[in-house]
């Protein structure tokens, strides 16, 4: 049973234009919310995070959206640059859990 | 600041033969530790995670084990490896309960011949 649901493998999105990165959950439990980048070969690093007592987090280039009702978020990225080309990892955890529960990823092309 | 640090960065090992992956932290004290597996198409699989020494939870029943012999020292192991463990193992530390954001370590990939 997936709780953390990224239903787009990949995505690309022309350099300059605006990405928009979905994630679906089904743990009403789930308060707290991440997004991580990942190169090939290198360990996912840390991107920017949102409560769910928010619905609306930025941090530069980078807003994630959050809507509790729907148990969805989203990662705008604008404008993309190809540095942007990575797997992006959506991820949640639940108040007290030790545990972070990942979704699959979506590859994201920056194209020139 | 503090520093994850995970080796060896690849290993090729053959069927059957044992493993033992290392990750430390420095910089903190009392770090929750996780390991995770990426393989191809499935996204990051937690495996173990541990908040104290000699505590180990086990999320995915496997020929894997995981021990935490130090406060900031986790180790990921196998007696005998099979084809299915080959994959990229992360190594990632959490301050607490009270801040959920995980930080990763380089990883390890293995491949199994």
């Known amino acids: 049973d997936q709780q953390v649901k990224q239903n787009s493998p990949s995505l690309s999105v022309q350099e300059g234009r605006i990405s928009i990165l979905n994630c679906d959950y089904t743990?009403?439990?789930?308060?707290?919310f991440l997004w991580y980048k990942k190169y090939p070969a290198e360990g996912p690093t840390f991107l920017i995070s949102i409560s769910s007592i928010k619905d609306k987090n930025e941090d530069g280039r980078f807003t994630v959206f959050l809507n509790k009702s729907a148990k969805h978020l989203s990662l705008h990225i604008v404008p993309s640059q190809p540095g942007d080309s990575a797997v992006y990892f959506c991820?949640?955890?639940?108040?007290?859990?030790?545990?972070?529960?990942f979704g699959k990823g979506t590859r994201l092309h920056i194209l020139p | 600041s503090q520093t994850i640090h995970q080796w060896p960065a690849t290993l090729v090992q053959p069927v059957g033969s044992p493993l033992s992956l290392e990750c430390t932290v420095e910089g903190t004290s009392n770090p929750n530790l996780y390991w995770y597996r990426q393989a191809a198409g499935r996204g990051l699989q937690l495996l173990f995670y541990?908040?104290?020494?000699?505590?180990i939870s086990s999320e995915v029943p496997q020929n894997l084990s995981a021990s935490r012999p130090q406060d900031r020292q986790f180790i990921l192991s196998s007696k005998k490896l099979l084809l299915s463990d080959s994959g990229f193992y992360l190594c990632?530390?959490?301050?607490?309960?009270?801040?959920?954001?995980?930080?990763f370590g380089p990883g390890t990939r293995l491949t199994v011949l």
């Open positions: 990632a530390w959490s301050a607490s309960l009270a801040e959920d954001t995980q930080y």
């Open positions: 541990s908040v104290g020494i000699g505590q």
């Open positions: 743990n009403s439990m789930f308060d707290y």
């Open positions: 991820a949640a955890s639940a108040y007290g859990d030790d545990k972070i529960i």
